[in-house]
């Protein structure tokens, strides 16, 4: 089972990803003057690779983008690809 929790400070944050209650990944952000989200950097545990979790932490990113209605700096390479190619997303894309 996984859980996702946004811990987020001040000006910065982070996507945290559990499986069974052990961290697995993260998706780390900041917001700039504009307070648009910039997604700087994506990482899962190398015996947590291939479950997709990287795709789960951009889901919860892009829920809490809806609904804070602000959008996303895709500056992360993985959330970039993500973004680019799938077009659902350019509703939230800065």
Request: glycine fraction near 6%.
């Amino acid at each position: 089972m996984i859980r996702i929790e946004n811990e987020k400070q001040a000006n910065e944050g982070r996507f945290a990803l559990y499986e069974n209650d052990i961290y697995a990944g993260e998706l780390t952000y900041v917001f700039d003057d504009n307070h648009n989200l910039v997604a700087e950097h994506t990482r899962v545990g190398e015996e947590h690779k291939g479950k997709g979790f990287g795709k789960e932490l951009i889901k919860a990113l892009v829920q809490y983008a809806r609904a804070e209605q602000i959008k996303v700096v895709p500056v992360c390479s993985f959330v970039k690809k993500v973004f680019e190619r799938d077009e659902s997303l350019n509703d939230i894309k800065a």
